[in-house]
T-cell receptor, first 114, second 114 residues
Framework: DGGITQSPKYLFRKEGQNVTLSCEQNLNHDAMYWYRQDPGQGLRLIYYSQIVNDFQKGDIAEGYSVSREKKESFPLTVTSAQKNPTAFYLC?????????????FGEGSRLTVL | AQSVTQLGSHVSVSEGALVLLRCNYSSSVPPYLFWYVQYPNQGLQLLLKYTTGATLVKGINGFEAEFKKSETSFHLTKPSAHMSDAAEYFCAVSAGASNYQLIWGAGTKLIIKP
């Protein structure tokens, strides 16, 4: 079945460590996104990519980095520069050509910094 | 700039009662409007969307929403709540065909009382 796979589902990290969250999609979508979700704050956009080898910062990109070397993959690295990284991270994709804003989400990765 | 306001971070209804989740938006262009649902520790799933045409939109799981341009609203309703409807619901707006980055509301957690 087509979909988006995020891994790991749960991750614990010590302060000062970088961690990479994986996101893979087999929907043949051009666009991919990373969101951060905190209780009571909805979704905030970290980075998005409309095409391979290109990506743009979202509203809260500081302390995060991404790459888009393959159409199906959009990993997110949470660096030690991110001051408050404990959160639920959601990856999504969309078919750019439809232009309706409909996103397909993975099941999320919960990062806890100890 | 577009914005989305969801009234009530928590809404509690009895099983079998009407569900009404409120969403108001501001947009300088004709909007595309969305409702997504998120079950605990999972990603988001599209419930329904309004792009053009009929203003009453039917979605999955018996939910529907009505686009009211004069009131800039897109409230979500369901005639009879079920225990399985307990989840968090997010309203989102897209600026139109040229912009598929969504603006998200803060979410409303729906609690179903037995």
């Amino acid at each position: 079945d087509g979909g988006i796979t995020q891994s790991p589902k749960y991750l614990f990290r010590k302060e000062g460590q970088n961690v990479t969250l994986s996101c893979e999609q087999n929907l043949n979508h051009d666009a991919m996104y990373w969101y951060r979700q905190d209780p009571g704050q909805g979704l905030r956009l970290i980075y998005y990519s409309q095409i391979v080898n290109d990506f743009q910062k979202g509203d809260i990109a500081e302390g995060y980095s991404v790459s888009r070397e393959k159409k199906e993959s959009f990993p997110l690295t949470v660096t030690s520069a991110q001051k408050n990284p404990t959160a639920f991270y959601l990856c999504a994709s969309s078919n750019r050509n439809t232009n309706t804003g409909e996103l397909f989400f993975g099941e999320g990765s919960r990062l806890t910094v100890l | 700039a577009q914005s989305v306001t969801q009234l009530g971070s928590h809404v509690s209804v009895s099983e079998g009662a009407l569900v009404l989740l409120r969403c108001n938006y501001s947009s300088s262009v004709p909007p595309y409007l969305f409702w997504y649902v998120q079950y605990p520790n999972q990603g988001l799933q599209l419930l329904l969307k309004y792009t053009t045409g009929a203003t009453l939109v039917k979605g999955i799981n018996g939910f529907e929403a009505e686009f009211k341009k004069s009131e800039t609203s897109f409230h979500l309703t369901k005639p009879s709540a079920h225990m399985s409807d307990a989840a968090e619901y997010f309203c989102a707006v897209s600026a139109g065909a040229s912009n598929y980055q969504l603006i998200w509301g803060a979410g409303t957690k729906l609690i179903i009382k037995p």
